[in-house]
């Protein structure tokens, strides 16, 4: 069983739409970021959470710690928004150990 | 971005060759790291490096060497390349003023053929 699970694989859905996307992990962790990955390849970190929520445009990240849960939503989605977005946790006490989810894929139509 | 470049971005080899793939930053990072990004897989880390000659092994380390001779460079090192190291290569740093938060490289795509 992978350490960090991401749902959906892949999502698609209409510009203007509500997006959410899942996270969840089975280890103990001292934060969790999440990442997006554009068409083109590169990388870029959107959050890190310890706790609680993190508000960034029409970005929102929230975790539950004791869940071991984390949500990414995006708020009137636009095609800009398409990418693979990635959810990483760092270990607690092993600051080198960084696990990576999958990835989800959003296409969002115009 | 943080100052990272990879190069070269693109490389075709043949099996057997040795490959040498560099990441360079300029803002005098402690922590580096060379992932690979495969289909089907999470970014996966190959080795990372806490300082000047000073690296250790990742999780998918066998195949692969590495070298930090100054703080700048970081270099990874196919010594003798598999079609099975066909990926994409990203490396990364741990941001100085920001100990959470690591910011990639652009990627170097590598082709064995």
């Known amino acids: 069983k992978n350490e960090v699970e991401q749902s959906p694989q892949n999502l698609t859905a209409q510009e203007g739409e509500f997006i959410t996307i899942n996270c969840s992990y089975s280890?103990?962790?001292?934060?969790l970021h999440w990442l997006q990955q554009h068409p083109g390849g590169g990388i870029v970190s959107l959050f890190m959470?310890?706790?609680g929520k993190k508000k960034h445009g029409r970005l929102i990240a929230t975790i539950n710690i004791q869940e071991k849960h984390s949500s990414l939503h995006i708020t009137a989605s636009h095609p800009r928004d398409s990418a693979v977005y990635i959810c990483?946790?760092?270990?607690?006490?092993?600051?080198?150990?960084?696990?990576f989810g999958k990835g989800t894929r959003l296409h969002i139509l115009p | 971005d943080a100052g990272i470049t990879q190069s070269p971005r693109h490389k075709v080899t043949e099996t057997g060759t040795p490959v040498t793939l560099r990441c360079h930053q300029t803002e005098n990072h402690r922590y580096m790291y060379w992932y690979r990004q495969d289909p089907g897989h999470g970014l996966r880390l190959i080795h990372y490096s806490y300082g000047v000659k000073d690296t250790d092994k990742g999780e998918v380390s066998d195949g692969y060497s590495v070298s930090r001779s100054k703080t700048e460079d970081f270099l990874l090192t196919l010594e003798s390349a598999t079609s099975s190291q066909t990926s994409v290569y990203f490396c990364a740093i741990k941001s100085s003023a920001n100990q959470e938060t690591q910011y990639f490289g652009p990627g170097t795509r590598l082709l064995v053929l």
């Open positions: 990483a946790v760092r270990l607690m006490n092993r600051d080198d150990k960084i696990i």
């Open positions: 959470l310890s706790s």
């Open positions: 280890v103990g962790i001292s934060a």
